[in-house]
């Protein structure tokens, strides 16, 4: 294990030229990153995951019942042993010949049958109520987070030249208000790494999770290698924009829907000036040019510059997404529905297929079944994001 764990982290790979972990190693004059300082990203990402859970029972869930959220989840279907069967053990999805075979079985019209599965998979999706509870704990993190980095960079000089990132490399001293930033913000991230997994699922979790992973891996290396004065820049950068995302999710939850417009226009603006304007002509620009003049050369140097690129990659596939949202609300006067929306409305292929026979009496109560709400707006990142 000694052995592999020093091929790992060889010098030579890690570090510029010159530069040494005994260089990185903390005295008695100053204070450098060490790499066991992250292990207390574990406990501190359990404790935030507890604060969520606290925060939503007893702070976000009055607040949306104040604020008349629904409550309910979507229309729950007609209990049904043999449709049931089918749904918990064969397919959430039947395909054109089952639906026929169903249809004949239960003297249901196809149709109907599509009507029921549909129902009975919304059943499973979250409330509006939970995705609410959800949206405002991310925003009060965002919110918190945000104005402490900005209140911390803001008293920096590499917020106002980014080139003093790399001044005095690899001497710069840890302060303790950078520490603090660093393991919160990847505590944080380490708790929807895992979270993710129970939260509301979106049709972009593979995306996201990407993102997770990619930003996780980038607070962790420019922590060990004491790159972390841009790596504060980056998370101030793409805090800000979530921020006005889940805001925008509230309002739509709480149905107010002219502020919600506003909101998720003023966020289509911030994430597309800061994703596709900022983060490349500030950050990538230092990280691409300014740290190789200042530091030369080194392996590590093109891992984190391509990490960053797959950043902007996903900047560009979710500004695409916002861009066409944001048109839609420009030419129909509304924002649309979140592409990546987790309650399905009826389907286009349901209005295709002709009605076999008359529904039978007993699904009457069923009613027609539209989208319960949408899941919110679409996110980054959020930004991470949320990064």
């Not at 409330?127 to 965002?142: D, H, I, N």
């Not at 049709?203 to 980038?218: N, P, Q, S």
């Not at 420019?222 to 101030?236: D, K």
């Not at 349901?350 to 009613?367: D, I, Y």
Request: one cysteine or more.
């Amino acid at each position: 294990m000694a052995g592999i764990l020093a091929w790992f982290w060889n010098e030579r790979f890690w570090l510029p030229h010159n530069v040494t972990w005994a260089d990185l190693q903390s005295t008695e004059e100053a204070a450098f990153p060490q790499a066991e300082d992250l292990y207390l990203a574990f406990p501190l990402a359990f404790c935030i995951f507890m604060i969520r859970l606290l925060f939503e029972r007893f702070i976000a869930k009055p607040c949306a019942l104040g604020l008349k959220v629904q409550a309910n989840g979507p229309q729950k279907a007609q209990p049904n042993a043999i449709l049931e069967k089918v749904f918990t053990a064969i397919t959430k999805h039947p395909d054109e010949k089952r639906l026929e075979g169903l249809s004949k079985q239960l003297d249901w019209d196809v149709r109907s049958i599509q009507r029921w599965f549909r129902q009975r998979r919304n059943q499973e999706k979250p409330s509006t109520l939970r995705k609410f509870c959800e949206s405002m704990w991310r925003f009060t993190f965002y919110l918190y987070i945000f104005t402490y980095g900005v209140r911390f960079l803001k008293k920096t000089p590499w917020l106002w030249n980014t080139r003093q990132c790399w001044s005095g490399y690899p001497y710069q001293p840890l302060m303790p208000d950078l520490h603090y930033y660093y393991i919160v913000e990847l505590s944080f991230y380490w708790s929807l790494m895992f979270s993710q997994f129970i939260d509301v699922k979106r049709k972009d979790f593979g995306i996201m999770f990407t993102h997770h992973i990619v930003t996780v891996t980038l607070i962790t290396f420019s922590y060990v290698t004491n790159l972390t004065r841009v790596g504060t820049l980056i998370l101030c950068l793409h805090d800000a924009a979530d921020i006005v995302l889940e805001a925008a999710k509230m309002a739509n939850y709480c149905k107010c829907q002219k502020l919600s417009d506003l909101l998720f226009l003023t966020f289509a603006v911030v994430f597309i000036v800061s994703r596709l304007g900022i983060y490349p002509l500030w950050i990538l620009n230092t990280t691409l040019f300014e740290l190789y003049e200042a530091l030369g050369n080194f392996p590590a140097l093109w891992v984190f510059n391509v990490l960053l690129m797959v950043l902007q990659i996903l900047h560009c596939f979710w500004s695409y997404l916002i861009i066409k949202a944001a048109y839609k609300a420009i030419s129909k006067g509304k924002v649309a529905k979140d592409a990546r929306s987790d309650v399905e409305s009826s389907s286009d292929e349901e209005e295709t297929v002709p009605r076999s026979k008359a529904p039978h009496s007993t699904v009457a109560t069923n009613g027609t079944s539209g989208a319960n709400g949408t899941n919110g707006y679409l996110t980054g990142a959020t930004s991470s994001e949320e990064h």
